[in-house]
């Protein structure tokens, strides 16, 4: 199965300031997500990364605050600005290795508190 | 809003006994499931998918699927200590862009006792 690669592991950060996360696959795939978990909750879809074009954003989310690259098949970024406290989250990147009724399989997540 | 609904638990069971973890949700269009089990502080590992009705075995894990209901469930037989986690449902939303999505419930704790 494909390796899923994410950097930072963990950081903390001071308010106000962005953080860019990346993640890495070994092979190249169609769809790639990124996820919240907040402390104690389950996840929540934070867009939907395809090549070649604007993420997908689900409710809640805006471009503004999480932008999302996508210059490869392999590769994703996801940017957390101005970040406060309430950010403070697992961030994960997920990918999709087949057809779109797949199951998706999870990087090792980054771990981010704001002080 | 498309939702997915478990338990939160604790569910506690004596090492030995079955586990039976259940997940209900609310889109009638859904067609791929999945169970994902998180020991803290690690990601999420995809244990079992079921897409048709009835029951599908690996090993340990049985996933019961039944859509009239819409219920999803997971067996869990002799249970060990190693099991303690927290498992989530995930159900995979079809938009019109087909893109796959999966919305997650809020997972159940499973605690085994030795």
């Known amino acids: 199965s494909a390796v899923i690669s994410q950097k930072p592991s963990r950081d903390i950060c001071q308010r106000g300031t962005s953080l860019t996360i990346q993640c890495q696959v070994d092979s190249q795939v169609t769809m790639m997500f990124w996820y919240r978990q907040q402390p104690g909750q389950s996840l929540t879809l934070i867009a939907t990364?395809?090549?070649?074009?604007?993420?997908?954003?689900e409710s809640g989310f805006v471009i503004d605050k999480f932008p999302i690259s996508r210059p490869n098949l392999t590769f994703s970024t996801l940017t957390v600005s101005n970040m406060s406290p309430e950010d403070s989250s697992i961030y994960l990147c997920s990918i999709n290795t087949g057809a779109s009724n797949q199951p998706q399989h999870f990087g090792d997540g980054t771990r981010l508190s704001i002080l | 809003q498309k939702e997915v609904e478990q338990n939160s638990g604790p569910l506690s069971v004596p090492e030995g006994a079955i586990a039976s973890l259940n997940c209900t949700y609310s889109?009638?269009?859904?067609?791929?499931f999945f169970w994902y089990r998180q020991y803290s502080g690690k990601s999420p590992e995809l244990i079992m998918s079921i897409y048709s009705n009835g029951d599908k075995e690996d090993g340990r894990f049985t996933a019961q699927l039944n859509k009239a209901s819409q219920y999803v469930s997971l067996l869990i037989r002799d249970s060990q200590p190693s099991d303690s986690a927290t498992y989530l449902c995930a159900v995979n939303i079809y938009g019109s862009s087909n893109t796959g999505k999966l919305i997650f419930g809020q997972g159940t704790t499973l605690q085994v006792k030795p």
């Open positions: 990364a395809n090549q070649g074009s604007e993420a997908t954003y």
């Open positions: 889109d009638r269009g859904s067609q791929s």
